[in-house]
């Protein structure tokens, strides 16, 4: 039952415009997979793609063995739930997570099982009688899931599901979502977002998508701790990004200062990009030291994110609230320590 | 392919029941009693002094029933819109009924209004002693377009009520808290959000008043030939076919052509 | 909103009353008056009778009145299901495929009802197919003019429906015949209703082709309303009307009522 879903360069275009271009990705059996994107970054099409709503103009896509490329969206088993949550507004709760079954033409006997299995699954077996229209948003979505998963699909496609709930139930949610994939092993999820915290919470693999290309794609950790481009950098948490010169090895100049960091097989004199963590950054002097003046102080409850102007660039640092902040235009000193550094293969370039 | 078969068997239909019988019209419109094919049938009706005569009838009614429909319309729809009141609602309401009766009913009820032994005249009668009241004109072309009028104004208000619910009454309130007065916020706010509504209403009601039959039928007055009265009277009175089907065709012509120009203006305004 | 002192409302709703009441509200009570009185000479009518409405709800009258429901119903039936079924499958055509249907079936619209008469009456007045002289004519005629309404009511409400409901069932596995009976169709149920409403409103106030074509045994309430005022009968006429008034709002009524129950939302 378990089956993965690969995408072998699939290309889809509206017209001339192309809006997914060449994607290879193989999402491994029992594994949730996060495409994290902006929006128009091809992050659906690739999931509609896979769900058969959208035709690729060239490439194919498989579900376990399965080439499914042909295959009208009925035939091809996988569960979707999308942001609207798409509940039948005639049929009743039990109804809307029976359709499937009944569209395959379950046995009969077999159907009211599967649906309070389905429903309990989703603590939502208290409300089958209930018709979408009174329920609230995040039960809605709820249902959404156990109808997608009463048809016991090998493949979970999940597009924005949290995006329409409130910050307070999103995260409830998220823990739901997390819970539901530890109950359910063998099923493979495609989970499409915008949002970095979702991605890094739920996902073992994490593709980021932006301007209709795959652009990396990694474990959570590995795309949050050594980033290969600026787009991850700046999209899978935040990201000081300076421009830097390669000065041997081990070594980079940034504005005036001499700063230590693991240039890799970099060559001296190239020019790239030194990726730093805000919240790496510390206040006062250390290793890999620079100076400049305050811009901007912001107070964020528990952290203050100071915006300090060095040679021409700003330098965001999330320091623990302070007592006394500093003033705009003060001098003030920030240091990181060279293992938090990361030299960003794909901005390093020649001379 | 199968969405083309699909969608064969309503399209069939309509062609046996509907486009079949157009083009038999077109057709014998250009065979005359005496055989053959010619343009002879156009030019005799375009010849005869009846068919001129309707035609210009036909516009003139039809273009002063949509101007008359659309002042009135914007006017009452602006007051039910934007300067609400009890009952606003139930007059909406109301409205939507109005539209599902035929329009004979209008002209039936003007005779008992304005007819020689109506209401108005009555009134005049009794109060001067007079032999006959002042109001003779529900047989001539005036009374046709009374009645167009009324029965054709909730057609124009329908789309402007829809259009004006879409005007953010925020949008008002600022322009009136700029110092600008009612008639200068009607002309400045509310006119250009209205005009599509406004163009696409004014030309559906045209189009359907250049079709009326109804309304002149019941008015039964000899002077008032519009094009739709000439088909039936060339066809069941004198059974001139083809002279029927030539009227029909003319008639067919302006109707479809402008309502194709509905349709445009229509999809521009998104209605 | 627009006008903010009390004066100024207040003689805005006067000039709205002065206008609104005697062009449509004193029409139709001026029809309801005349079909309770025998004789209208002066402001008002007189001589209270019901008589007319004995002879509306009688032989001939009755007739009409039956005549009307049936062809209503029947045209109203035959144009929904035709204009759902083109516009169900227009929907899936490609764009220019579409268009090209959507033109087809608007065109009874445009062409005027006097010469969708004509045209009929010309076609099935010949064989193959004679049906001049048989109340199929007259069914007919109506339901041609109808779908375009059918069509177009029909056509809107599937251009509004979210394409979400459709995909997430076939995503739950079900075959496109089993979405357009489970899903679509319950979800059109409230427009196909006010389609069919629309339709049978229209059917039964239709005049123009129905002059052309209705045979004697087979007289339409409007065409007995036009006879009886033609030969001087008005308040006969009236009595008349109101009937047909009232059985077109019954029905429309009805199909109200299903709608709200039949609703979701």
Redesign the interface.
């Known amino acids: 039952m378990s089956s993965g879903i690969r995408f072998d360069r699939v290309s889809v275009a509206y017209g001339r415009h192309t809006v997914l271009d060449a994607l290879d990705l193989t999402v491994e059996p029992g594994e949730v997979m996060a495409l994290l994107g902006p929006s128009g970054s091809g992050k659906t099409t690739a999931l509609r793609a896979v769900?058969?709503?959208v035709r690729p103009a060239s490439g194919r896509v498989f579900i376990g063995e399965r080439d499914v490329t042909g295959l009208?969206?009925?035939?091809?088993?996988?569960?979707?739930v999308?942001q609207?949550y798409?509940l039948?507004?005639?049929m009743r709760v039990e109804d809307n997570v029976a359709?499937?079954m009944k569209?395959?033409k379950v046995a009969k006997a077999e159907i009211p099982g599967r649906v309070a299995e389905a429903l309990e699954m989703t603590g939502m077996a208290s409300y089958a009688k209930r018709?979408p229209?009174e329920l609230s948003g995040g039960q809605q979505q709820r249902v959404a899931i156990a109808?997608?998963l009463a048809?016991r699909p090998g493949v979970l496609?999940l597009d924005e599901p949290l995006s329409a709930l409130d910050a307070q139930l999103r995260s409830g949610m998220l823990a739901e979502l997390a819970r539901l994939h530890r109950e359910l092993p063998d099923v493979s999820i495609l989970y499409v977002t915008h949002d970095q915290v979702e991605a890094l919470t739920l996902a073992d693999q994490i593709a980021v998508m932006d301007r209709a290309r795959l652009q990396d794609c990694g474990t959570p950790q590995e795309l949050y701790r050594t980033p290969r481009t600026e787009f991850t950098a700046s999209f899978v948490g935040n990201a000081n990004l300076l421009a830097v010169t390669v000065r041997g090895t081990g070594a980079v100049s940034f504005a005036d200062a001499e700063l230590k960091a693991d240039t890799g097989d970099a060559v001296s004199g190239a020019t790239a990009t030194l990726c730093v963590r805000p919240h790496l950054v510390g206040l006062g002097d250390g290793p890999n030291a620079l100076t400049g003046r305050v811009a901007e102080v912001q107070w964020r409850g528990a952290t203050h994110r100071l915006y300090v102007e060095v040679g021409g660039e700003r330098v965001k640092a999330d320091v623990r609230e302070l007592r006394k902040p500093p003033a705009l235009g003060d001098e003030i000193t920030l240091h990181f320590a060279p293992e938090d550094a990361v030299l960003l293969a794909g901005g390093v370039t020649d001379g | 392919m199968p969405?083309?078969v699909?969608?064969l068997?309503?399209?069939v239909?309509?062609g046996v029941?509907?486009?079949?019988?157009?083009f038999?019209?077109v057709r014998?419109s250009v065979q005359p009693d005496t055989g053959g094919t010619s343009l002879q049938p156009y030019a005799d009706v375009f010849a005869s002094e009846a068919f001129r005569e309707a035609l210009g009838t036909t516009v003139w009614l039809a273009l002063g029933a949509t101007i008359g429909c659309l002042v009135?319309g914007f006017?009452?729809a602006?007051?039910?819109a934007?300067?609400?009141?009890p009952g606003g609602k139930a007059?909406a309401k109301?409205?939507d009924?109005?539209l599902?009766?035929?329009?004979?009913?209008?002209t039936?009820?003007?005779?008992?209004?304005y007819g020689t032994?109506?209401?108005a005249n009555?009134?005049w009668?009794?109060a001067t002693g007079a032999a006959d009241g002042p109001f003779q004109f529900l047989t001539t072309p005036w009374g046709v377009l009374l009645a167009e009028?009324?029965y054709f104004?909730?057609f124009v208000m329908r789309p402007l009520l829809a259009a004006f619910s879409q005007i953010d009454?925020a949008q008002?309130?600022v322009a009136?808290s700029l110092g600008a007065g009612?008639g200068r916020?009607?002309r400045r706010v509310i006119l250009p959000e209205a005009l599509p509504a406004l163009a696409a209403g004014g030309s559906l009601v045209l189009?359907m008043c250049?079709?009326e039959?109804?309304i002149v039928?019941?008015t039964?007055a000899k002077g008032v030939t519009t094009?739709?009265m000439l088909?039936?009277s060339e066809?069941?009175l004198e059974s001139d076919?083809p002279a029927?089907?030539v009227v029909?065709v003319v008639?067919?012509a302006i109707?479809?052509g402008?309502?194709?120009l509905y349709?445009v203006v229509s999809r521009r305004a998104g209605a | 909103?627009?006008?903010?002192s009390r004066k100024?409302?207040w003689a805005?709703?006067s000039?709205?009353l002065v206008?609104?009441l005697p062009?449509?509200?004193?029409?139709?009570l001026?029809?309801l008056?005349?079909s309770f009185s025998s004789h209208?000479?002066?402001?008002?009518?007189s001589g209270f009778t019901t008589g007319h409405y004995t002879a509306a709800t009688r032989g001939e009258s009755l007739q009409a009145l039956t005549t009307s429901l049936v062809t209503a119903l029947a045209a109203s039936l035959l144009a929904l299901a035709?204009?759902t079924?083109?516009a169900?499958?227009?929907a899936?055509?490609k764009k220019g495929?579409k268009r090209a249907?959507d033109a087809?079936?608007?065109?009874?619209?445009?062409?005027?009802?006097?010469?969708?008469g004509?045209?009929?009456?010309?076609?099935?007045s010949k064989p193959p197919m004679i049906l001049n002289g048989t109340r199929w004519i007259v069914v007919?005629a109506h339901?041609?003019l109808v779908?375009a309404f059918a069509h177009q009511s029909v056509s809107a409400a599937i251009q509004r429906l979210?394409p979400?409901?459709e995909?997430?069932?076939?995503?739950?596995?079900?075959?496109?015949s089993?979405?357009l009976w489970?899903?679509k169709l319950?979800?059109l149920?409230p427009s196909l209703n006010a389609a069919a409403?629309?339709c049978f409103?229209l059917s039964?106030?239709?005049?123009?082709a129905t002059?052309?074509l209705y045979p004697p045994d087979w007289t339409p309430l409007?065409v007995r309303?036009?006879a009886a005022?033609?030969r001087g009968s008005?308040f006969t006429?009236?009595a008349l009307?109101v009937v047909?008034?009232a059985a077109?709002?019954l029905v429309?009524l009805a199909v109200s009522r299903v709608r709200t129950r039949?609703s979701?939302?």
């Open positions: 769900a058969g709503f009208p969206p009925h035939r091809r088993g996988v569960g979707m999308v609207q798409a039948f507004p005639h359709f499937g569209a395959q018709f229209r109808r997608a048809i496609l | 969405a083309l699909w969608v068997p309503p399209v239909l309509l029941f509907f486009l079949y019988p157009l038999l019209v014998q009135l006017a009452l602006l007051v039910i934007f300067v609400p009141f007059v109301f409205i009924v109005f599902s009766f035929p329009s004979f009913l209008i039936l009820a003007l005779l008992f209004i032994k109506g209401m009555g009134v009668t009794d009028i009324t104004t909730p009454t008002l309130e009136a009612p916020i009607v189009v250049l079709n039959f109804g039928l019941f039964g094009l739709p088909v039936y066809a069941m076919y029927a089907c029909a008639n067919i109707s479809v402008l309502y194709g349709r | 909103m627009l006008v903010h100024g409302k805005v709703w000039l709205f206008l609104f062009l449509f509200a004193l029409p139709l001026v029809i008056a005349a209208w000479s002066g402001a008002f009518p035709a204009g079924w083109a169900l499958a227009a899936s055509l495929g249907v087809l079936f608007l065109l009874p619209v445009a062409v005027p009802s006097v010469v969708v004509l045209a009929v009456l010309v076609a099935f007919l339901a041609v779908t979210d979400a409901y995909q997430a069932a076939a995503s739950l596995g079900a075959r496109p089993y979405v489970k899903v319950p979800l149920l409403g629309l409103a039964m106030g239709e005049l123009s002059m052309m409007p309303i036009y005022t033609d008005t006429g009236a009307a047909l008034m077109t709002l429309l039949a979701y939302r």
